[in-house]
């Protein structure tokens, strides 16, 4: 078949899914592309400037995890003092990367050729579109925790970065306690909670995810959301708390709050007030009185329940013993270039695993990642940041995808020059 014969078959087909998928034909715009590519580059731009102010998890969930986000033009650029009360609507990584997902995937059937000569740039682009979808399902259901083990414990359980909880919990049996926990979604949504589990309800007056809190004068009213309280704490602390904005900065300390009544068949039981500590409930640290939000007494009927409001937790059908930790410092400095953890995975009724968890070097385990995230060897704990992501072999299969039409594209021409070189020679 002659090349002008194979033009014309070409364009044809081009013809025929044109009229096919007439709806196709807009999306798989080249210009588009490069619309929402250079969009792209400005919502990097923006998000990297934002990091400054808000942190990197801040500039993450407010541009790369949104459809869109307002921003504003920072005050100490040029014009910054008339233009900062402006804000400005800049398209978020959801909409850019899904409008990019249908770009690439409209002209990837409305456009390419499925012939020997286009195969490798079929599979590039196949590749990038799976490495686009890949990451849109990585910020969707990605979970990010953090799992913290003392020398010689261990732990089964893990804690979101960001999220809490209020566990209710019955101590009455001293070898078996009876947990209750009510989501950071039934907290926000407020109205009375109840469970069968909970002899009692608990009817929501106010819920943060952040908050300043200070011990007013034992004379002094407390005022806003913790006036109303009577029970426990907050009320013998004399506790005052403002609501603010969750600071998602990598320095940030969010101290949740809830203000809440329990009642019973009976009647009132109280109003409490309850704070979520960001280090795990150590609250001897921040004043002797407020040492007992970590566990909130109440007796009822015969027994002994506590509450406490803490950072959702995930409990894991195997725990992690810590044995031992150890740092390496850079000589003559006190700059850490390595931490390691040797930890033990005990499985019930399954034969221990040993690893050690270093930088650079997780541990993978039934789905989860435990990358070395902290280490204190003076108190001898360490801390996991816990990452679990079903795509993490997304963006691999795609690398190799695109490289396989890269040498395959290379390849082919390399081969068609060298023969037309051959004849011509000949």
Same mark, same amino acid.
């Given at each position: 078949?002659?090349?002008?014969?194979?033009?014309?078959?070409?364009?044809?087909?081009?013809?025929?899914?044109?009229?096919?998928?007439?709806?196709?034909?807009?999306?798989?715009?080249? *210009?588009?592309?490069?619309?929402?590519?250079?969009?792209?580059?400005?919502?990097?731009? +923006? @998000?990297?400037?934002?990091?400054?102010?808000?942190? $990197?998890?801040?500039?993450?969930?407010?541009?790369?995890?949104?459809?869109?986000?307002?921003?504003?033009?920072?005050?100490?650029?040029? !014009?910054?003092?008339? #233009?900062?009360?402006?804000?400005?609507?800049?398209?978020?990584?959801?909409?850019?990367?899904?409008?990019? +997902?249908?770009?690439?995937?409209? @002209?990837?059937? $409305?456009?390419?050729?499925?012939?020997?000569?286009?195969?490798?740039?079929?599979? /590039?682009?196949? !590749?990038?579109?799976?490495?686009?979808?890949?990451?849109?399902?990585?910020?969707? /259901?990605?979970?990010?925790?953090?799992?913290?083990?003392?020398?010689?414990?261990?732990?089964?359980?893990?804690?979101?970065?960001? !999220?809490?909880?209020?566990? #209710?919990?019955?101590?009455?049996?001293?070898?078996?306690?009876?947990?209750?926990? $009510?989501?950071?979604?039934?907290?926000?949504?407020?109205?009375?909670?109840?469970?069968?589990?909970?002899?009692?309800?608990?009817?929501?007056?106010?819920?943060?995810?952040?908050?300043?809190?200070?011990?007013? !004068?034992?004379?002094?009213?407390?005022?806003?959301?913790?006036?109303?309280?009577?029970?426990?704490? %907050?009320?013998?602390?004399?506790?005052?708390?403002?609501?603010?904005?969750?600071?998602?900065?990598?320095?940030?300390?969010?101290?949740?709050?809830?203000?809440?009544?329990?009642?019973?068949?009976?009647?009132?039981? %109280?109003?409490? &007030?309850? &704070?979520?500590?960001?280090?795990?409930?150590?609250?001897?640290?921040?004043?002797?009185?407020?040492?007992?939000?970590?566990?909130?007494?109440?007796?009822?009927?015969?027994?002994?329940?506590?509450?406490?409001?803490?950072?959702? *937790?995930?409990?894991?059908?195997?725990? /992690?013993?810590?044995?031992? /930790?150890?740092?390496?410092?850079?000589?003559?400095?006190?700059?850490?270039?390595?931490?390691?953890?040797?930890?033990?995975?005990?499985?019930?009724?399954?034969?221990?695993?040993?690893?050690?968890?270093?930088?650079?070097?997780? &541990?993978?385990?039934?789905?989860?990642?435990?990358?070395?995230?902290?280490?204190?060897? @003076?108190?001898?704990?360490?801390?996991?940041?816990?990452?679990?992501?079903?795509?993490?072999?997304?963006?691999? $299969?795609?690398?190799?995808?695109?490289?396989?039409?890269?040498?395959?594209?290379?390849?082919?021409?390399?081969?068609?020059?060298?023969?037309?070189?051959?004849?011509?020679?000949?």
């Amino acid at each position: 078949m002659s090349t002008e014969s194979k033009t014309k078959k070409g364009q044809s087909t081009l013809a025929k899914r044109k009229a096919l998928f007439p709806w196709l034909v807009p999306l798989a715009s080249l *210009r588009l592309t490069l619309t929402l590519l250079s969009l792209s580059m400005v919502l990097i731009f +923006i @998000a990297t400037l934002e990091q400054v102010e808000i942190g $990197i998890r801040g500039a993450q969930a407010k541009y790369f995890e949104s459809l869109f986000g307002i921003w504003h033009y920072p005050i100490q650029f040029w !014009g910054g003092e008339y #233009l900062n009360s402006i804000p400005i609507p800049i398209p978020g990584g959801w909409l850019l990367g899904g409008l990019l +997902i249908m770009n690439l995937t409209a @002209a990837y059937l $409305i456009r390419f050729q499925w012939t020997m000569k286009k195969f490798g740039i079929q599979l /590039i682009h196949l !590749g990038i579109i799976m490495l686009l979808g890949g990451q849109l399902v990585t910020q969707a /259901i990605q979970e990010e925790s953090r799992m913290q083990i003392n020398k010689g414990e261990s732990s089964n359980y893990i804690e979101r970065f960001h !999220g809490v909880e209020l566990a #209710l919990i019955d101590v009455t049996d001293p070898k078996q306690e009876t947990v209750v926990s $009510i989501p950071q979604e039934l907290l926000e949504e407020g109205g009375s909670i109840s469970s069968e589990d909970l002899p009692f309800r608990v009817s929501v007056k106010s819920f943060g995810s952040n908050c300043d809190f200070n011990l007013v !004068g034992s004379k002094d009213k407390r005022v806003g959301v913790s006036k109303e309280v009577d029970q426990g704490v %907050g009320f013998s602390a004399n506790l005052s708390i403002k609501p603010k904005s969750e600071d998602y900065s990598s320095e940030a300390m969010n101290f949740g709050y809830l203000v809440f009544e329990l009642t019973d068949a009976t009647g009132s039981l %109280g109003t409490w &007030l309850t &704070l979520s500590h960001p280090a795990g409930n150590h609250w001897w640290k921040e004043s002797p009185k407020l040492a007992g939000l970590a566990f909130q007494p109440i007796r009822h009927k015969g027994k002994l329940w506590g509450l406490t409001l803490r950072s959702k *937790r995930e409990y894991l059908p195997y725990s /992690i013993e810590l044995l031992g /930790i150890e740092n390496e410092f850079y000589q003559g400095t006190e700059t850490p270039f390595n931490f390691e953890s040797d930890v033990l995975i005990n499985m019930d009724g399954n034969e221990g695993r040993r690893a050690l968890v270093y930088m650079n070097t997780p &541990l993978r385990h039934e789905g989860k990642t435990f990358y070395q995230y902290q280490m204190n060897k @003076a108190a001898d704990y360490t801390v996991f940041q816990v990452i679990r992501n079903p795509s993490w072999l997304v963006p691999y $299969i795609s690398c190799i995808v695109v490289s396989i039409g890269l040498l395959w594209q290379f390849g082919f021409h390399l081969v068609r020059f060298l023969r037309k070189n051959s004849l011509q020679k000949a």
